[in-house]
């Protein structure tokens, strides 16, 4: 590209700016996990670092059971996930039926019905199977997804017709064909679509809320709701530690995928 | 024996419009049989039927004299090669080569075995450890023939295997799949578009157009006596010269599209000829250079073209654009009158309305066709 270097160390400038005000937030909840009540109380900028925060939001709370129970519930769902809709999503490319292409588009409208209108619902089912407070409650109203079946859809689409035919041919089965040649060719878009569906579940917050009355299966985001609520006075220095801590596999997660996730999620729009 | 018999093969989509008209057709054991015709023209479905990848609408296809129409692909015994070589990206040339073998659970040892001799065959020894986006176009060529080669199968089909190469490449494995068919025995069922390829590789050819058979027979035969327009515009390059003709009165002379008049003997015209629209075809080689004293028509030239070891001459004759082939070089500039030899033997006549054949050149037979 070329640009004046004027114009360049605007945009720069303008840049940096933007990134700080983003990141401010986050900034300040890790320098404020690491500073005492005090500190944090006066507003002042801190005078001594301490870990004591993170000790105490191990210590007060069962933070390490909440970590378990959303990774749990997250791997679950994105295992669900990757299994429903690539199966899914196989049928509507490889296998022909009648009413098929009709049958993707009302699965597709299905996208356009929100979360919370069938909450209510689903409430009422997993409590009529006695599924509350389990890890199946929690998970099984998330493992169809339209959003998942689409994305694999354009993705498997891509794979010629010839592959399936010349696998015909040898004798191959549509399960063995889907196994050894389609999940693999599709590496990309499953992985993307395994770390979307992860981070999804690992900050869902309504459902688990809805879906659990006691710690056994809970998840670390209402964790981190109760240590703001069990005192009177708010101790922030423990809840800036939990949020951090419960950041982190996110942010592992994308460092890790980043690139994959981009190419993943506009793969299908090139075509 | 026959090895492939088709009988009044009918395919529609939706009950409408049939794209392949009662298609019979027999093919011998150990064939090359090329399947040919202009896009569209149904070819490729007619192969994909008997590969059993397409329902047949109606008729029956036997293999080994045994009614297949309603068995899976993989139960009538058959390799096929498709246009894009459909192999799988994610795995090695070794593995896409030995895919159908795991399928169909022959040991390992046979695999291996089959495995190095295939390879060895097709020389793809150095090759096998790579990635199929990792070979030229020609050596994924040979890994797709491979894959139909190892797994044995009597039969093998062919989609267009060559159309994705360049020209060199494709002359080179036009023989290398010819010499392989001889070489193995196999029947093979080929469908091109390029009627050189047709020519060159093929026991026996098939024309088809628009869903319907225009001729069968052996590639000199369909050059020779075309059984209709069609594929006498269809087959030989370039394309056999072909103009409306009309008898003079006393039928001592034919009058091709009201311009070249050419010289009959009124005794050799049969009652056949002289009552239907004529359309006569002559083959671009048989327009031979005149000297003075035998030229029967002076022509001007349109175009020239230079081969090296042939010129191709282009003139106007009415609406038609016709061409001559002369082999060795020719200093002719367009524009220059040339002195040409067309004699009667050499056309051919059809029925412009039916486009049927009347009469096949007389001569040509026997002076081309050397018996060895």
Not at chain 1, 138 to 146: N, S
Not at chain 2, 209 to 221: C, E, H, L, M, R
Not at chain 2, 356 to 369: D, F, I, N, P, W
Request: glycine share 6%; net charge neutral; aromatic share 10%.
């Amino acid at each position: 590209m070329t640009m004046g270097t004027g114009k360049k160390l605007i945009f720069y400038i303008l840049l940096t700016i933007s990134a700080i005000i983003l990141f401010a937030p986050t900034l300040m909840a890790l320098v404020m996990s690491f500073m005492s009540n005090q500190d944090i109380l006066t507003g002042s900028l801190p005078t001594s670092l301490t870990l004591d925060n993170y000790k105490n939001a191990f210590e007060r709370f069962p933070l390490f059971q909440y970590l378990f129970n959303s990774f749990v519930v997250s791997i679950l769902i994105m295992i669900g996930q990757l299994v429903l809709c690539s199966l899914a999503a196989y049928a509507f490319v490889f296998l022909e039926f009648k009413g098929r292409d009709l049958l993707f588009y009302v699965f597709i409208a299905t996208m356009m019905i929100p979360f919370e209108a069938s909450i209510i619902p689903n409430f009422h089912i997993i409590r009529d199977l006695n599924w509350i407070d389990t890890y199946q409650g929690l998970t099984i109203p998330f493992f169809a997804m339209a959003f998942g079946t689409f994305l694999l859809r354009q993705n498997f689409k891509m794979i010629p017709k010839e592959l399936k035919e010349a696998s015909q041919i040898a004798g191959m089965g549509d399960f063995r064909f889907y196994l050894t040649v389609v999940l693999p060719v599709a590496k990309t878009s499953l992985v993307t679509l395994g770390v979307y569906g992860f981070l999804t579940s690992w900050n869902m917050y309504l459902w688990p809320l809805l879906a659990t009355t006691n710690d056994s299966v809970r998840t670390v985001q209402i964790g981190l709701k109760q240590l703001q609520t069990q005192e009177q006075l708010n101790d922030w220095g423990v809840i800036m530690a939990g949020a951090v801590i419960v950041i982190i596999p996110t942010l592992i997660l994308l460092f890790l995928g980043q690139k994959k996730l981009q190419r993943g999620l506009t793969e299908g729009a090139l075509k | 024996m026959e090895q492939v018999e088709l009988i009044d093969i009918t395919k529609s989509y939706d009950k409408q419009k049939k794209v392949l008209n009662e298609i019979s057709l027999s093919i011998e054991k150990g064939e090359f049989f090329v399947l040919v015709g202009p896009s569209g023209s149904g070819k490729s479905t007619l192969l994909r039927m008997i590969a059993g990848l397409e329902d047949i609408t109606d008729g029956t296809l036997k293999i080994n004299d045994k009614v297949v129409n309603h068995l899976p692909p993989k139960e009538r015994n058959l390799s096929m090669v498709f246009q894009n070589y459909a192999l799988y990206p994610h795995l090695t040339v070794e593995q896409n080569i030995l895919f159908g073998l795991k399928a169909k659970k022959v040991s390992k040892v046979e695999q291996q075995e089959r495995l190095r001799e295939t390879a060895e065959m097709m020389g793809l020894s150095e090759l096998l450890s790579r990635k199929p986006r990792e070979l030229s176009g020609g050596q994924r060529q040979r890994v797709a023939l491979a894959r139909s080669v190892v797994s044995q199968a009597p039969l093998c089909l062919m989609d267009e295997p060559l159309s994705n190469l360049d020209a060199k490449l494709r002359a080179n494995m036009r023989v290398e799949i010819r010499r392989l068919q001889k070489r193995l025995g196999l029947t093979m069922i080929y469908v091109t578009h390029d009627q050189v390829e047709a020519m060159t590789m093929g026991d026996r050819i098939m024309v088809l157009n628009d869903g319907i058979i225009q001729q069968i027979g052996k590639p000199i035969t369909l050059y020779n006596e075309p059984a209709n327009l069609f594929v006498a515009s269809f087959i030989g390059s370039p394309k056999m010269n072909l103009g409306k003709a009309k008898f003079s009165t006393d039928y001592k002379q034919l009058i091709i599209e009201g311009v070249l008049p050419i010289e009959m003997d009124p005794l050799s015209v049969s009652e056949r000829l002289k009552d239907v629209n004529l359309t006569v075809g002559i083959r671009a080689e048989h327009i031979f250079s005149g000297m003075e004293e035998n030229a029967t028509h002076y022509l001007e030239v349109v175009n020239v073209e230079h081969l090296g070891n042939e010129t191709t001459l282009a003139f106007d004759i009415g609406t038609e654009l016709w061409t001559a082939k002369w082999p060795g070089q020719w200093m002719i500039n367009v524009g220059d009158k040339i002195p040409v030899r067309i004699s009667v033997e050499h056309l051919c006549y059809f029925d412009s309305d039916s486009e049927e054949l009347l009469k096949a050149a007389t001569a040509g037979k026997s002076q081309e066709v050397v018996a060895i």
